[in-house]
C-alpha cells in the first residue's frame, strides 16, 4: 500500500497514511513518460532535410537555430558511413515553419553566403 501523495509504502493493514491523511492505494499512478519533442508542438512535424555529411548537419542546426525555428534532428549522432551506405541525419520541423525550413535548406545546398545577394 502506497500513499498517492508523499509515496511512503505502508505494510497491509494500514489505510491511510499518517502522515497526509490520504487514503492509500495498491499501486502508485506509472510516472508520465518524458515528453518527446513532437509533443512540444501541436500538428504535424515535417522532414525538410536527410544529410549525409556531419559539417552540413551541424551547419544546419546552426541555421536554424538563428532563424528560432524548432526542429528534431533524428540519427544525429549516427551519421557514418558503414560499407559505403551514409544514413542520413533527418530534419523534421512543425508544419508550420516548413515554409522558413525549407529556405534554410535551399541556402544550405546553395552553400551557405550570408551576404550573398539575391536575383
Ligand atoms: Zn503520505
Given at each position: 500500500m502506497f500513499c498517492p501523495q508523499c509515496h511512503t509504502e505502508y505494510r497491509p493493514g494500514f489505510d491511510r497514511?499518517?502522515?497526509c491523511?490520504?487514503?492509500l492505494v495498491q499501486t502508485l499512478?506509472?510516472?508520465p513518460p518524458p515528453t518527446a519533442p513532437e509533443e512540444l508542438y501541436e500538428g504535424?512535424?515535417?522532414t525538410v532535410a536527410n544529410l549525409t555529411m556531419q559539417t552540413d548537419v551541424s551547419l544546419l542546426k546552426a541555421m536554424?537555430?538563428?532563424d528560432s525555428i524548432p526542429f528534431i534532428a533524428r540519427n544525429d549522432s549516427s551519421v557514418f558511413i558503414m560499407d559505403g551506405t551514409a544514413i542520413?541525419?533527418?530534419f523534421l520541423v512543425p508544419e508550420t515553419e516548413r515554409e522558413r525550413a525549407t529556405k534554410v535548406v535551399e541556402q544550405l545546398a546553395e552553400g551557405y553566403q550570408p551576404s550573398a545577394s539575391e536575383d
Open positions: 497514511c499518517a502522515d491523511d490520504l487514503p499512478p506509472e510516472p504535424a512535424w515535417v536554424l537555430d538563428a542520413p541525419c533527418q
